[in-house]
């Protein structure tokens, strides 16, 4: 097994309690004596937040969502007189505010009674008394989000104007409760699971095996708001890419992966994780967000569900809606032709060098909800956008924003990048054979149309648990519908799913794999090989198994046997190929996936047919005892059981804790486990200041053994 982590963690890997962070002075411009002055105000951070839906951020500054309406108490030197005086107010973005680039509202008086679909910059008083003045603030639902400086403005009966300047910024978000907002969101309970919940889940598997591993988003964390903002305002973004939804997506597509803008997330598939954290030891957002802004340099390592909740992370944090989905069988399709190609030799040996598209076991990313102005109608809702770094688009190592409308179409001529959404779901796969004679093209021995995009997945609303979203992507495979989009996309591309024509085959290969083999332990692949016809068939059957990894690249070969087989007419012959983990261990990669290639070359016929198995093995799961309640603030343990599956010792042990429970996360190193053998280990650990019942996620790591996890829940008083 490979796989490895630095050997001491460093300092910040553990915190409770924030800095305090430097408060910027508060100004006010002078006014000529005896005019009408502000003396102080009063942002309602209580008031506000709740309104806004935003008292989740542990922010110091005052978050709002743009599309309603913000409450300021402000008191003069004397009293408010509104036919004689008038409050203003104008909020400034970025370093030299203008009205034509919308980083420079001014919110001007309004007079008179204000509608309920009133959707402009405006301060309107709402009431006041004496000197004392509630100031209502309208922000425009199409307003710039991001962090804005608020300026307080009283003019007099004499046309004199006086400012106050807010010390404290305001920073304003994406608003789905506004049905003028691009990412307006109209069910309730979906707001709640996709912009206001951060306790999320991602999901792996091969096929139809779909597993589920908790994850801490953690999107209302002082550092992660703050951290998207400057990442944003620091490299590729304009300001009026900030109003909108589907650019913001875009760019924050790139942002997450570290390839062109020395972004968050460093990706590595190779199996070495010296001098970072492999990604299996992740279990939440919030400390690669910290880890990223102390440091100010890229976190290493990550792979495609780590982008893929991060990128959640950052879309919910900004307000748009988002989810992390996982799609078993996922092409990656380099050439744009949405045809995944395999090459075999003579004897069915896979020819991986030959090889440039791949089929991985799973692939996650994000769909981000949103209107889309930009098409044509019919596009907005759901779109895919993805921060693994796997093709570049526009020069730029991002995906998407892609209808999921587009991609189940068939149209994928539209933006952004819907034509490798649709490969990923919906290719085919062709297998090529050499015959072996020099100078021979291969040629294509089996066409499989439906062995993509198996199954598409993301958290339910409101469950821990799956639901399987493939209808939203893909219509049914064979479906009137299916073949309506092919032959949209044959617009397009050519030669999709209509490649050659397969002449009929009369001995047929059905494999069995067994469920739920722990690691360590034998198993066996059972082969039956079938004769359809009236006639003997003398066959070659070749078995090639490769531990590979979840992309689907082949790492290490297993095993290889070539055997003869004979089956009488219309009968079965069975052939059991039995796996010792002596035979595979050693050569198992992160996630202990085994790939076995099956070919049957018929000598009568010359037939080929080509099956593939993909098989995972289990990993032990962490057992958690936690209390089943504890005071919000207060320090609790938390005790962590498992046991050592491998007939080998582990070393350089380490368990990682995070959660939404917590107050922090920690990574603490662990002694050598013995082979097989079931350790205990306890950590101290911080409840939240947040009440309710959340979770608490850990992790395991060592050179031989890497992706252990387990969880617990915990109520929070």
């Known amino acids: 097994m490979t796989g490895r982590t630095v050997d001491q963690p460093p300092t910040w890997w553990y915190w409770e309690t924030e800095e305090p962070m430097v408060e910027p002075v508060a100004l006010m411009s002078s006014g000529t004596d005896g005019s009408v002055k502000i003396q102080s105000y009063d942002l309602q951070y209580s008031t506000n937040q709740t ?25 003069l030197n004397r009293d408010y007189n509104g036919e004689k005086h008038k409050l203003s107010a104008e909020l400034k973005w970025g370093a030299t505010p203008k009205i034509s680039d919308g980083t420079l509202a001014i919110l001007s008086p309004i007079a008179g009674p204000i509608s309920a679909t009133f959707d402009d910059w405006g301060t309107h008083v709402v009431n006041a008394t004496g000197p ?16 804005f400086r608020l300026v307080l403005m009283v003019t007099d009966e004499n046309g ?29 309970d979906q707001k709640q699971e996709y912009v206001l919940n951060d306790q999320g889940m991602y999901f792996y598997g091969s096929g139809k095996n779909v597993y589920g591993a908790r994850w801490y988003l953690g999107q209302f964390e002082e550092y992660v708001l703050r951290c998207i903002f400057e990442l944003l305002q620091t490299k590729r973004a304009k300001p009026r890419s900030f109003g909108s939804p589907v650019e913001i997506s875009r760019v924050l597509s790139a942002l997450i992966n570290s390839n062109d803008d020395n972004g968050v997330l460093v990706g590595n598939w190779s199996g070495d994780y010296s001098g970072g954290t492999e990604p299996t030891a992740w279990t939440g957002s919030a400390a690669i967000f910290k880890q990223y802004t102390l440091t100010k340099k890229p976190v ?11 990128l959640t992370t950052a879309l919910r944090s900004l307000g748009i809606p988002a989810r992390s989905i996982c799609n078993t069988a996922s092409a990656h399709d380099t050439d744009g032709n949405c045809i995944m190609d395999y090459h075999f030799d003579s004897n069915g040996k896979p020819m991986d060098w030959l090889d440039s598209d791949s089929v991985w076991n799973f692939h996650c990313w994000t769909d981000a909800w949103m209107a889309r102005p930009d098409l044509p109608p019919g596009y907005g809702g759901w779109q895919a956008v993805d921060a693994t770094p796997q093709e570049r688009s526009e020069g730029v190592f991002q995906l998407g924003p892609a209808p999921l409308a587009a991609v189940k179409a068939g149209h994928v001529q539209l933006l952004f990048d819907t034509k490798f959404v649709f490969a990923e779901v919906n290719a085919c796969k062709v297998n090529w054979k050499f015959s072996g004679v020099e100078n021979e093209p291969p040629v294509p021995i089996h066409i499989d149309t439906d062995s993509v995009g198996v199954l598409t997945v993301t958290k339910a609303v409101g469950k821990m648990e799956k639901e399987i979203i493939s209808d939203q992507y893909k219509p049914p495979e064979g479906s009137t519908e299916e073949l309506l989009a092919i032959y949209t996309v044959e617009k397009y591309i050519n030669s999709v799913k209509k490649l050659v024509v397969e002449t009929k085959k009369d001995v047929e290969i059905v494999g069995t794999l067994p469920d739920d083999i722990m690691i360590g332990n034998d198993f ?32 290490k070969e297993v095993i290889y046997e070539l055997k003869d087989v004979a089956v009488k007419p219309l009968g079965e012959s069975e052939y059991r190929l039995k796996l010792l983990a002596s035979d595979y ?61 491998l007939p080998y010792k582990l070393q350089k042990c380490f368990f990682s804790t995070e959660g939404s429970a917590l ?20 950590v101290k650990l911080v409840a939240k200041q947040k009440t309710g019942e959340r979770d608490i996620i850990m992790s395991f790591s060592s050179t031989e053994l890497i992706g252990v996890t387990g969880e617990a829940d915990i109520i929070i008083q």
């Open 160 to 188: 004199l104007k006086q400012k106050m300047n807010v010390k404290d910024e305001i920073f304003v978000l994406f608003n789905p409760w506004s049905k003028d907002d691009d990412v307006y969101l109209p069910e309730d």
């Open 132 to 147: 004392n003045v509630s100031v209502a603030l309208y922000v425009k639902s199409d307003s710039l989000v991001g962090r």
């Open 300 to 310: 290493k390592f990550a792979q495609c569900w780590v982008f893929a909740n991060v």
């Open 51 to 75: 309104g806004h839906r935003t008292e989740q951020y542990e922010n110091k500054e005052l978050v709002l969502r743009r599309g309603q309406q913000f409450k300021v108490d402000i008191t």
């Open 524 to 555: 066996e692949l059972v082969l039956l090989v079938r004769n359809t016809s009236s006639e003997d068939r003398n066959c070659v059957l070749s078995i090639a198994g490769t531990s590979v990894y979840y992309t689907g690249v082949r790492a």
């Open 585 to 645: 261990l050693r050569d198992l990669v992160d996630q202990a996936n085994i790939r076995f290639d099956v070919t049957v070359v018929v000598k009568e016929t010359n037939q080929t047919i080509i099956k593939g198995y993909d098989f995972k093995l289990k990993k032990p799961n962490i057992k958690i005892t936690v209390p089943s309640t504890v005071h919000k603030g207060s320090t609790f343990y938390a005790k962590a059981e498992f046991t050592n599956p």
């Open 663 to 682: 107050a922090g996360y920690k990574r603490e190193m662990f002694r050598i486990i013995k082979a097989n053998e079931t350790v205990e280990y306890e």
